[in-house]
């Protein structure tokens, strides 16, 4: 079955807002063995949607569409689809009557453009909406195209939800399919490229299934799709022993769970000192459940006072070294994991520029990490490209990394 | 003109991505007075890719691609246009001398397959990518569609902002038209139908404006879009007055700068002790370049140990009113504050759940802010709704707000 996305409302063309109600809707249609082929966000012109819609009922079998069933002037999706199937609208006894009581039940009496809501294209089922006062709509073998099917879902989050739980997820059950599964590895430390090339032959060895590279800032991932679970173990296997300790993980899971997990099984316990990720290690580590049991503290020492004051840093070696610098990264590790008794300390210097004055401790870019442990302190020094969040959040994750490989 | 752009990527049609470059294209848009009308996301099989390009110069006069430029075998964005308008890739010597040298200065040999990214449509232009390998592409009038451009633009955010700015502003220029002004208003600490209901009198007062209200974890911001200056200029006055304290500012700007801001402007600094909030008070005010003037440290005290350690909480003040208190919070703000000898010190405790056992200090969603300076320490509870992530974000964003009220 051949499903498209489409989010209505000028607001997702503009700078405020995205389409989040897809990635939801995609998850659950996952769920079932399906997947979308194209997502369209539009804005409210009438002749626009009028296009789109034309287009989109020509190509894909299931159209789901968010938004745009409001009660204010600039919500057409329900009047837009009728004028393409040529559908006269008229209003459902029931839904004035769940209007009604919805404002009621608030001690208010509704304005009557809310009683546009009422309104169904004839031919359409109603899904009521428990949260709301716009019902969702569907259209089952449309006029001129039998076969086809159109749902059309509110696009406030959290009645779009509602009424797919509630009711749409019912009515796609019967085109469930045997699930396509997935395999994804995460990769620490090793850029995209590399990874392409060096993956390449392998791939290549397990080409009976769909590969997909996904780069960010903080990890690679490598995602293997393909309906045959015993195939997928296979190439789980074989990259298993290809990527070594390169691999973080399989499965859901990221660098800082990771982290969290070993030293959860080891009975240990960290301590961080951050400069220049200014909090991103700790933020990585605290999105994960649970991680007060092994992140003791963090001392985010801005200032050269700071790193004196919370992370033992001698006075001496700041004058000597300077606050980014291989030495002062290493004191900062050794500091922290005596001062909270930690098993392991981490440190983090560096310049993510800009400066407002042009100038820095060292070239933009720098980044110092240490980590110092029950058998010595070990360092190393990168140079990132990028602006000042992409190098921020880029050291924290090679930071973390850093740990990882020294724990396995 | 009419603009569309369009997202390549299969990633982007799974669970995993959001298209946030298209975003970032329309602000810049807006700037020059240009507007999107269609955006669309798409993977990377090449027949719905040809579909959809087909499609897009049929109906856009410039068409803005993000993605699918990567030296692997799933980029074809390239690849496909150039099938579309059947024109001849070609191998740039200037573009492979640019790889080599990208490569050369990380004391790297790049991969046969990063050359792929050297060939270029003939009749096409290259927007050379400082950052990366891959260059954007600009093609006008192809062959077919006379008038028409379409620009190909990386999928790595970081390299895309960079080839826009240095390049395709300077492209689009000459088709600026009088650009659209608005206004933008954050305001903290006040949930949106609060903000809403309140505001709506002053906006239908400003009925000429085009009004969106924007709501976000950290704050929400009002917004108003018009041709005349004066009378966006009227509007500001009135909500400035209507908003008072709870306007946290007007124009760019967020809670964190406007705090930084008042800082500086005071000569003040401002130390910082986080339980529940793990970090994210810290990452707001760092991603503020010049964030080291008033910030001098963080400490993230995820054990009671670290309470004790780092932000000076005496042990037994923690074993009387335990690590989620009022007291507990307010002893952190002032134990940071002498710690690091600053003008404030600002403090979170409280629970964002969920743990792993069900348990936890005081119900989900409780969150104490404390704030200790020169004339005392205040202290206040809130209660936020949602999961882990926006309760941590939100407390981070009102406990900077708590301190923006206090210095105003």
């Known amino acids: 079955m051949r499903i498209e996305c489409i989010a209505i409302g000028s607001e997702l063309l503009s700078t405020g807002r995205l389409d989040t109600n897809s990635v939801w809707i995609t998850e659950r249609l996952g769920r079932l063995g399906l997947s979308i082929h194209r997502k369209t966000a539009i804005g409210d012109d009438p002749e626009d949607l009028r296009t789109l819609f034309r287009e989109a009922i020509h190509r894909s079998e299931l159209v789901i569409c968010t938004g745009g069933l409001g009660p204010t002037f600039d919500d057409l999706t329900k009047e837009t689809w009728a004028e393409v199937f040529g559908a006269e609208l008229v209003e459902d006894a029931q839904i004035r009557e769940d209007i009604l009581a919805f404002y009621a039940a608030r001690e208010r009496v509704p304005p009557e453009s809310n009683f546009k809501q009422a309104l169904v294209p004839v031919g359409a089922s109603i899904l009521r909406n428990p949260f709301g006062t716009a019902p969702a709509i569907c259209w089952d073998s449309p006029r001129g195209y039998p076969g086809r099917r159109i749902i059309l879902l509110p696009g406030v989050p959290l009645e779009m939800k509602q009424i797919w739980e509630g009711q749409v997820e019912a009515l796609l059950a019967p085109h469930a399919k045997a699930a396509v599964h997935s395999l994804r590895m995460v990769v620490g430390s090793v850029p995209e490229s590399a990874l392409d090339e060096r993956t390449r032959p392998m791939r290549e060895q397990h080409g009976d299934l769909e590969w997909t590279i996904l780069a960010g800032v903080s990890h690679v991932e490598l995602v293997a799709r393909g309906a045959d679970l015993a195939r997928l173990d296979a190439a789980r296997k074989d990259f298993e022993q290809e990527l070594g300790q390169d691999l973080v993980c399989v499965g859901e899971g990221s660098i800082e769970s990771t982290v969290l997990g070993l030293l959860q099984a080891r009975g240990e316990t960290l301590g961080v000192a951050e400069s220049v990720t200014g909090g991103f290690i700790s933020t990585k580590l605290v999105s994960v459940p649970g991680a007060s049991r092994a992140l003791l503290g963090d001392a985010i020492t801005y200032s050269a006072g700071a790193k004196?004051?919370?992370?033992?840093?001698?006075?001496?070696?700041?004058?000597?070294?300077?606050?980014?610098?291989?030495?002062?990264?290493?004191?900062?590790?050794?500091?922290?994991?005596?001062?909270?008794?930690?098993?392991?300390?981490?440190?983090?210097?560096?310049?993510?520029?800009?400066?407002?004055?042009?100038?820095?401790?060292g070239p933009v870019g720098t980044i110092h990490i240490a980590l110092a442990g029950p058998d010595g302190t070990y360092s190393i020094r990168y140079s990132f490209p990028g602006f000042r969040s992409d190098i921020q959040s880029r050291a924290a994750a090679w930071a973390l990394d850093f740990l990882r490989r020294r724990l396995i």
Chains 1, 2 share one sequence.
């Open 308 to 361: 004196t004051q919370l992370a033992g840093v001698p006075e001496e070696l700041l004058l000597v070294h300077g606050t980014v610098s291989d030495a002062t990264t290493r004191a900062m590790a050794e500091g922290i994991r005596a001062h909270l008794g930690a098993t392991w300390g981490l440190a983090t210097t560096g310049n993510a520029g800009p400066s407002e004055d042009g100038r820095g401790p």
